[in-house]
């Protein structure tokens, strides 16, 4: 977007669902900002509120540590459009959750039925795994995991061919993060890890999302809203007759 562009921008434009580029390179956005950036733009891709509000927490946890979250957002929504829900959400077994009929899983879908089924699958106790997958973009996962080791109370290994990480009961993260973020889709096992799990948990306040990213999410989420025309400022506001 152009400086001429943003100029042109109406204030308070109800289309706009975040703060307009600041330059070539994107735009610096706070945490909650990122979070509420990308959930606007997963419910735009049609996801429902509820994951919807996965994505944008899992874009922040993953952005708060250093992490682009909010590119492993915008490329997980570009991967599943026009796949049904029976394609994205796992199947639960009792020590597997995978796609029906061959298809991949959604990380979002993924992370959120872990977070819901973990404790009954009684992961970290007698050395109990779990197969995951084929999930596509596995990095979004890390939040749902970190969530779920706080939940079980379990330090937990997720493992798979490329590589290990380790989630911390108390939030911290170790491990070959770098390489989890290069994968596009894998298989892997998740497990209880004894022992410590240490890591400069720095929280970064923001981050600069760049801008081939900021205006996808923006595409995205411009979806949800309706284009201001003449007709929806003259109706805008309380109407004193009624």
């Given at each position: 977007?152009?400086?001429?562009?943003?100029?042109?921008?109406?204030?308070?434009?109800?289309?706009?669902?975040?703060?307009?580029?600041?330059?070539?390179?994107?735009?610096?956005?706070?945490?909650?900002?990122?979070e509420?950036?990308?959930?606007?733009?997963?419910?735009g891709?049609g996801?429902?509120?509820?994951?919807?509000?996965?994505a944008?927490?899992?874009?922040?946890?993953?952005?708060?540590r250093?992490?682009?979250g909010?590119?492993?957002?915008?490329?997980q929504?570009?991967h599943?459009?026009?796949?049904?829900?029976?394609?994205?959400?796992?199947?639960?077994?009792?020590?597997?959750?995978?796609?029906?009929?061959?298809?991949?899983?959604?990380?979002?879908?993924?992370g959120?039925?872990?977070?819901?089924?973990?404790?009954?699958?009684?992961?970290?106790?007698?050395?109990?795994?779990?197969?995951?997958?084929?999930v596509?973009?596995?990095?979004l996962?890390?939040?749902?995991?970190?969530?779920?080791?706080?939940t079980?109370?379990?330090?937990?290994r997720l493992?798979?061919?490329?590589?290990?990480?380790?989630?911390?009961?108390?939030?911290?993260?170790?491990?070959?993060?770098?390489v989890?973020?290069?994968?596009?889709?894998?298989?892997?096992?998740?497990?209880?890890?004894?022992?410590s799990?240490?890591?400069?948990?720095?929280?970064?306040?923001?981050?600069?999302?760049?801008?081939?990213?900021?205006?996808g999410?923006?595409?995205?989420?411009l979806?949800?809203?309706?284009?201001?025309?003449?007709?929806?400022?003259?109706?805008?506001?309380?109407?004193?007759?009624?």
């Amino acid at each position: 977007m152009t400086s001429a562009a943003i100029d042109d921008l109406e204030p308070n434009d109800p289309t706009r669902s975040g703060p307009p580029l600041l330059g070539e390179d994107g735009a610096w956005l706070s945490n909650n900002e990122i979070e509420q950036l990308c959930l606007k733009a997963a419910r735009g891709a049609g996801m429902s509120w509820g994951l919807a509000e996965e994505a944008g927490f899992a874009a922040a946890w993953l952005a708060r540590r250093g992490i682009d979250g909010p590119l492993a957002v915008l490329t997980q929504l570009n991967h599943a459009q026009g796949r049904g829900w029976n394609e994205i959400c796992p199947v639960v077994a009792p020590d597997r959750l995978y796609p029906a009929d061959g298809h991949i899983l959604c990380p979002i879908a993924l992370g959120a039925a872990l977070c819901d089924h973990g404790t009954l699958l009684g992961l970290g106790a007698d050395q109990k795994s779990l197969r995951i997958g084929p999930v596509s973009h596995p990095i979004l996962l890390l939040p749902f995991l970190s969530d779920l080791a706080r939940t079980c109370g379990v330090n937990l290994r997720l493992a798979w061919p490329g590589g290990t990480v380790l989630l911390g009961v108390d939030g911290s993260l170790l491990g070959d993060v770098d390489v989890l973020g290069a994968e596009t889709a894998f298989e892997a096992e998740i497990s209880g890890h004894v022992g410590s799990v240490s890591h400069d948990q720095r929280t970064p306040q923001t981050r600069l999302v760049a801008s081939d990213t900021l205006g996808g999410l923006n595409t995205y989420a411009l979806t949800t809203t309706v284009p201001a025309s003449d007709a929806s400022r003259a109706g805008a506001g309380a109407d004193d007759n009624e």
